[in-house]
């Protein structure tokens, strides 16, 4: 049983040959990060779609602002 991926970063660096065989010998230890790399992945996830939806919703404020400009330009324009 390979080591998460998420396991291999700069906090851990140090310590990787001690957290690879802990890892397998340690239900316990292997339990702890199994739930972190998972904890990691979904984290990662949900930033990613954060992102997404900052964008569009900026897209959709911005795409407001101008039709607004256009309906006023309209009105102004009917009087």
Same mark, same amino acid.
């Given at each position: 049983?390979?080591?998460?991926?998420?396991?291999y970063n700069t906090k851990f660096a140090e310590y990787? !040959?001690?957290l690879k065989i802990l890892? +397998?010998?340690d239900d316990k230890f292997?339990?702890?990060c199994d739930?972190?790399?998972k904890s990691r992945i979904k984290t990662e996830k949900y930033?990613?779609?954060? !992102?997404?939806?900052?964008?569009?919703? +900026?897209?959709?404020?911005?795409l407001s602002k101008e039709l607004e400009e256009e309906?006023?330009?309209y009105l102004i324009r009917k009087e």
């Amino acid at each position: 049983m390979s080591l998460p991926n998420e396991l291999y970063n700069t906090k851990f660096a140090e310590y990787i !040959e001690s957290l690879k065989i802990l890892y +397998l010998v340690d239900d316990k230890f292997k339990t702890i990060c199994d739930e972190y790399s998972k904890s990691r992945i979904k984290t990662e996830k949900y930033r990613k779609k954060f !992102e997404k939806d900052f964008r569009n919703q +900026l897209e959709f404020e911005n795409l407001s602002k101008e039709l607004e400009e256009e309906i006023l330009i309209y009105l102004i324009r009917k009087e």
